[in-house]
């Protein structure tokens, strides 16, 4: 056990029991604990295999490359819509961690089995998602805009092109773009700093 993790679940408002039982099952199933991202994460050999989430409603045992495991229960979800490597189980009891620990050992054990052998998910590239053309029409008409906007990290730019996207009416893509245009040209990305 890490101290340092000793601390976050002490330090836990809720799902303190359930956070807990996960701790437990994943450190029977021989991973190292460590606090990443403000979160117990269970790895093996420095590779990310699970990690424990606190939310509001549920706590979670996250799977970094879940989408690769067979799921023969059918109880991973994506926590998004865009997610593409991990995959989740929520719970809001201890009872169901209870009843599904023999699951959550052999999904855990397959997960060491999909890092050992080097498996990796297929993500999709920045070129796989649509340029909104609201954005395309800025890009078109302004260089600079266009160089900064390649010089950005793969996931900052899908980050952006996501946020642009979402939108149904054209008028609130168009925003968002004019919004967005001054923090793309300063090299920043959509969460680099506060925009909504």
Same mark, same amino acid.
């Given at each position: ?53 606190? %939310? $509001?409603?549920?706590?979670? +045992?996250?799977?970094?490359?879940? #989408?690769?495991? !067979?799921? =023969?229960?059918?109880?991973? &979800? *994506? ?14 009891? %201890? $009872?169901?961690?209870?009843? +599904?620990?023999?699951?959550?050992? #052999?999904?855990? !054990?397959? =997960?060491?089995?999909?890092? &050992? *052998? ?20 800025? +890009? ?57």
């Amino acid at each position: 056990m890490n101290p340092e993790v000793n601390k976050f679940f002490s330090n836990a408002k809720r799902w303190q029991q359930e956070m807990e039982k996960l701790r437990a099952i994943c450190l029977d199933c021989g991973l190292t604990e460590e606090l990443k991202w403000d979160q117990p994460c269970y790895t093996l050999n420095n590779r990310n295999i699970v990690i424990i989430g606190e %939310l $509001k409603d549920h706590c979670a +045992l996250s799977f970094f490359k879940g #989408a690769l495991l !067979y799921d =023969a229960e059918g109880i991973l &979800k *994506a926590p998004g819509e865009n997610t593409q490597s991990g995959r989740w189980i929520k719970f809001n009891h %201890l $009872k169901q961690i209870v009843e +599904l620990e023999a699951t959550l050992k #052999a999904y855990i !054990y397959e =997960a060491i089995e999909v890092e &050992k *052998a080097g498996a990796k998910v297929t993500l999709k590239t920045t070129a796989d998602f649509p340029i909104p053309e609201e954005f395309q029409l800025k +890009l078109d008409a302004i260089p600079a805009l266009q160089t900064a906007f390649n010089a950005l990290t793969p996931g900052r730019q899908r980050a952006y092109l996501l946020y642009f996207a979402a939108p149904k009416q054209s008028k609130t893509r168009a925003a968002r773009v004019e919004k967005c245009m001054l923090q793309i040209l300063k090299g920043k990305g959509l969460n680099d700093d506060y925009l909504r």
